[in-house]
């Protein structure tokens, strides 16, 4: 047998992350992350955040995790499927940053360089979440992973939808009659694992008070889109401070 020749399987020339490190972290844009449990809300909210950034003329996309690409897309069905046998936790793991290496790469980052604002609905602090505190997996694991996959690029807001989980539970059972073809694997999981998704995040909001927003979304919608425009409205002030005092430096 001729072995290959490993000069004639040339790979498609791989893409390597354009900006350095020290820069990803001054990117003009604005990179805002809605976290939460199931049945939080979030995904309701985005129309108050686009109707909010689109009033103020400001330019922004959406998108959100696992997901954001065709590649990350087609990742996500495998993550979120529940006709395939469940996975190793690792792979899970590996999965979700996969994805979002990809978003980061393909989407993320260049809106982020063009000046834009960027909302995603959900980015690493879930993988810290689901998978570190819901599956145990090593916190310092992902630290690795999330080092390798972003470098220093954080999200410069969250706004965490936070809810009691027999309440958001009854909520997504109200949803999930309505749409039973879309339960994912983690809307299949216990109420315990819920609960431990909802005291990381907390946790994690404790750590970090000044990119962390909490909304009380127990509320009604109407007033959880009260909540929302008063975070956005915070954000906008706090970016014009910083701006004022880059120009004065
Ligand atoms: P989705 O239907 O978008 O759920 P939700 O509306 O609650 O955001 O499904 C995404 C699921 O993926 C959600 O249950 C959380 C999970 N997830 C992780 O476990 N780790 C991650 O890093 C991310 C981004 C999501």
Redesign the pocket.
């Known amino acids: 047998m001729v072995p290959p020749d490993a000069s004639n399987t040339k790979a498609p020339e791989a893409r390597t992350v354009s900006i350095p490190d020290e820069k990803i972290n001054c990117l003009p844009g604005c990179f805002i992350t809605l976290e939460g449990g199931?049945g939080a809300g979030?995904?309701t909210q985005l129309s108050t955040i686009t109707a909010f950034l689109q009033q103020r003329g400001i330019r922004f996309i959406s998108t959100?995790?696992?997901g954001g690409t065709r590649v990350s897309e087609a990742i996500r069905a495998v993550?979120?499927a529940t006709d395939l046998p469940a996975m190793h936790a690792d792979t899970?793991l590996m999965l979700?940053f996969a994805a979002r290496n990809e978003h980061l790469q393909q989407l993320i980052i260049p809106a982020l360089q063009r000046g834009e604002w960027v909302i995603c609905?959900?980015?690493?602090d879930?993988?810290y979440a689901?998978?570190g505190y819901g599956r145990g997996l090593s916190l310092p694991r992902i630290a690795e992973l999330e080092q390798w996959v972003q470098g220093s690029l954080r999200p410069d807001f969250t706004l965490l939808f936070d809810i009691d989980v027999q309440l958001s539970r009854q909520r997504a059972a109200r949803r999930n009659r309505v749409d039973v073809a879309n339960v994912?694997r983690?809307?299949q999981e216990t109420c315990d694992f819920h609960e431990k998704i909802r005291a990381a995040y907390l946790q994690r909001a404790a750590q970090e008070p000044q990119r962390f927003i909490r909304i009380d979304a127990s509320q009604t919608q109407a007033a959880v889109g009260t909540a929302v425009q008063q975070a956005l409205s915070q954000i906008l002030t706090q970016r014009a401070a910083q701006h004022a005092v880059r120009t004065i430096q």
């Open positions: 199931e979030k995904t959100r995790e696992p993550l979120l899970e979700m609905d959900r980015f690493t879930a993988s689901y998978q994912d983690f809307e």
